[in-house]
Structures are given as C-alpha cells and as structure tokens.
C-alpha cells in the first residue's frame, strides 16, 4: 500500500544549524496537534471507513501526511547537524554513541 520514493517531495535547505528551531519543529514533528498524529488520526478513520470512495480518501491523506513526516525530521536532523563539528572531542564520541 505504501510506496517510498528516495527524493523528498520539496527540496529541504538549512542555511545555519538552530538546535533551539529545531526542538520547536520536534512538536510539529510529534506533538498532539503535529503531522504525525495527524497521519494516525486519518489512517484510524479510514481503517473503520466503509464507503470505499471516502476510505481511499482517507488513506491518501495519511500517506500525506506521512510524507510531511520525512520533511520535517530531515529539516530537524539538518538544524542539527553541524554543532558537532565544534564540540570537543569527548563530547564527540559521546554524541555519536548517542546517534547510533
């Protein structure tokens, strides 16, 4: 039913690391009112849905949102990205044991 294509369906640019931009976008992300529960809420709906025209609907909604998902971590994972680069080198090691 689902189909993941490797491009994103918009081009994502970060032109600075913001660690505090993206803790906020992490609520976009996951929060009550963010994509991902969205997705979920659409998904449920069209589970129980019994025209077959409205559950299709319903389906490509969530897969929607879903795809907004994937836009929203790759912007967070970019806003993350580059602080590293300036920590020390303990510090370093601890970020990548914690990435893994």
Known sequence: MFMHNKRLQYTVRVSAPDPALANLLLEQFGGPQGELAAAMRYFTQAVSEDDPGR???LFDIATEELSHLEVIG???VMLNRA?????PKVWKRK???IAR
């Not at 602080?83 to 920590?87: E, F, S």
């Open 55 to 57: 559950k299709d609907m």
């Open 74 to 76: 790759s912007i967070v």
């Open 83 to 87: 602080p590293r680069a300036g920590l």
């Open 95 to 97: 970020a990548s044991c």
